[in-house]
C-alpha cells in the first residue's frame, strides 16, 4: 500500500509534517498484516517523538543555563553612551 510506504519514508526521514498528514489521512487497512505493521510504526513515531521532546527538554535546559551564566557575569554594560554634554 502507497500510504504505509509513504509514511516509512516520512519516519525515516523525521519528517513530522508528513507524519501528521499521514496521520490525519489514514486510509483503512484490509487485512490484519497491514494494521500490525501500521501499529508498529505508529508505536515507533511515538518514541521518535518522545525522544525529539526529550532532546528539546535538556537543549532548553542547557540554554537557559547560559543564559543565566551571561546575566550573572555581566550585569553591568561594557560601554556607556554619554549624552550629557
Not at 32 to 51: C, D, G, P, T
Not at 57 to 69: I, T
Amino acid at each position: 500500500m502507497a500510504w504505509i510506504k509513504k509514511f516509512k519514508i516520512a519516519l525515516i526521514e523525521q519528517d513530522v509534517e508528513t507524519l501528521i498528514s499521514l496521520l490525519d489521512d489514514m486510509p483503512e487497512f484490509s487485512n490484519i498484516e497491514q494494521m500490525k505493521e501500521v501499529s508498529y510504526l505508529i508505536q515507533e513515531v511515538f518514541y521518535f517523538a518522545n525522544n525529539s521532546k526529550n532532546e528539546t527538554s535538556v537543549a532548553l535546559k542547557r540554554l537557559k543555563k547560559s543564559m543565566e551564566f551571561f546575566d550573572k557575569n555581566n550585569n553591568k554594560p561594557q560601554y556607556k553612551l554619554n549624552i550629557s554634554s
